[in-house]
């Protein structure tokens, strides 16, 4: 069940980004969109949460998430290239340059599912109201697209109102503002982080002390009448559908008794104090590739911090 919940945060990340971005390109890192408020009514970065601000998994943090682009750090990043956006169109006589603005709301939603679901559900109250369900807190994109014509032109640096790498005389970055803003924000992107978070989860769920936990949480199961024996396994095969537009009474009840005998055992206290501790290990052992990774990461995030701050005192 981690592997396919994980993959389908990725999902809606990622066509949240492909709609925020129009002709952006595909294998960016996840966006959070779209919610239409001004940029001047942007929390500051300070109150933005990087982990659970609920549940079991309250305040919960790996080692890796350092070295990784994380939701806050990707919502961060669109509101820059946005910004970049708008203000190249400016330039051009395009004041009232129309993609959706990325949503705080949904970024902080994002982190609270990538944390709060990496052992499967913790949080109570979500079991109590969504079951397995996703909250209805990430909210389907909008997609997006420049207008045709001029907007699309100069978007995009190529069409038929440019010549030359000009309009009306007035030269285009390369690439149109997308290029411009791809220069400037480049993707944050940390494959080799993220691809050892994943190795490394793998190999937690093997560890001594995980499996004595799910254990027993598989017992507290059986005892509440449910026959589960992994907190992350199929639940297709238990006759839960989470792509069903509501959940049902069973759900809720069994999501309810998984979080509460998570609680009892402690599975998520132990699951991520051995996943951390393996995090450090992998962490040593990969140095050079994770702080070369990191530092260019880092570096367009700083940037792209002092773009958001800007747009957010308007």
């Not at 907007?151 to 997308?178: D, I, Y």
């Amino acid at each position: 069940m981690l592997r396919s919940a994980r993959r389908a945060v990725g999902a809606v990340a990622l066509g949240a980004l492909l709609a925020g971005c129009g002709t952006q390109h595909a294998g960016e890192p996840p966006q959070v969109i779209t919610e239409n408020s001004p940029a001047s009514g942007r929390s500051p970065l300070s109150e933005l949460p990087t982990a659970p601000t609920g549940g079991l998994a309250r305040g919960l943090t790996l080692p890796l998430a350092e070295y990784e682009t994380g939701p806050v750090d990707t919502y961060v990043w669109q509101v820059a290239v946005q910004e970049q956006w708008r203000s190249c169109m400016a330039r051009y006589g395009i004041e009232d340059f129309g993609p959706p603005p990325t949503s705080e709301v949904s970024a902080i939603a994002q982190v609270n599912l990538a944390m709060g679901r990496r052992y499967g559900l913790s949080d109570v109250e979500q079991a109590r109201k969504y079951g397995y369900h996703l909250p209805d807190d990430l909210p389907e994109p909008a997609h997006w697209e420049p207008e045709p014509g001029l907007e699309s032109s100069l978007f995009t640096g190529s069409g038929p109102e440019v010549e030359n790498g000009t309009h009306r005389g007035k030269a285009l970055p390369q690439g149109g503002c997308r290029g411009e803003a791809q220069r400037k924000f480049p993707t944050p992107r940390t494959p080799e982080a993220q691809e050892l978070a994943l190795t490394v989860f793998e190999q937690s769920r093997k560890d001594a002390r995980v499996v004595a936990a799910v254990d027993k949480w598989s017992l507290c199961m059986k005892g509440k009448g449910f026959d589960r024996n992994h907190p992350i396994e199929d639940l297709g095969a238990f006759g839960i559908q989470v792509s069903s537009p509501t959940a049902s009474d069973e759900e809720i009840a069994q999501a309810v008794a998984d979080v509460e005998c998570k609680k009892s055992t402690r599975l998520i206290d132990i699951w991520s104090t051995q996943e951390s501790g393996l995090q450090e290990k992998a962490i040593k052992a990969s140095a050079s590739a994770l702080t070369n990774e990191k530092n260019l990461k880092d570096s367009t995030i700083a940037k792209a911090r002092q773009a958001y701050e800007k747009a957010a005192q308007g």
